[in-house]
């Protein structure tokens, strides 16, 4: 299975995130991003536009996620060098691997990275 991991801002778009995602490549199968962030209007409604199944990933496991990238904004609010790249690998589960590592959209309000579960 594919995921798409997010990072936002608050003030995301729909044409942000599709942004992000159109830069990785890839077409997921669900898309992912911490929980408190799932809940932004842009994010769920991207969600409703993709058809995708949305995966929310608490900050406690987001905290110790290796990152490919590191952010000092995402390291210093988030405890990780990507929220985008975390909730994709921790969305994918035990043994994911990035496909993609994040792409930021260019009016930089979104991130996106990509996993891939084993096996698939």
């Not at 809940?39 to 993709?50: D, L, V, W, Y």
């Not at 199944?53 to 608490?58: G, K, L, N, Q």
Request: aromatic letters at 4%.
């Amino acid at each position: 299975m594919i995921i798409a991991g997010f990072g936002m801002r608050a003030d995301v778009t729909e044409a942000s995130l599709q942004d992000a995602l159109d830069q990785t490549g890839y077409a997921p199968d669900a898309i992912a991003t911490v929980a408190d962030k799932a809940e932004f209007a842009a994010f769920q409604a991207f969600a409703r536009t993709q058809k995708l199944p949305i995966r929310t990933v608490s900050q406690d496991g987001h905290d110790h996620a290796q990152t490919h990238t590191q952010s000092q904004a995402s390291l210093h609010h988030r405890g990780t060098g990507s929220v985008a790249e975390a909730a994709a690998l921790i969305a994918a589960g035990a043994g994911a691997t990035l496909l993609s590592t994040r792409k930021i959209s260019n009016d930089r309000l979104a991130t996106c990275a990509i996993a891939i579960t084993e096996g698939s």
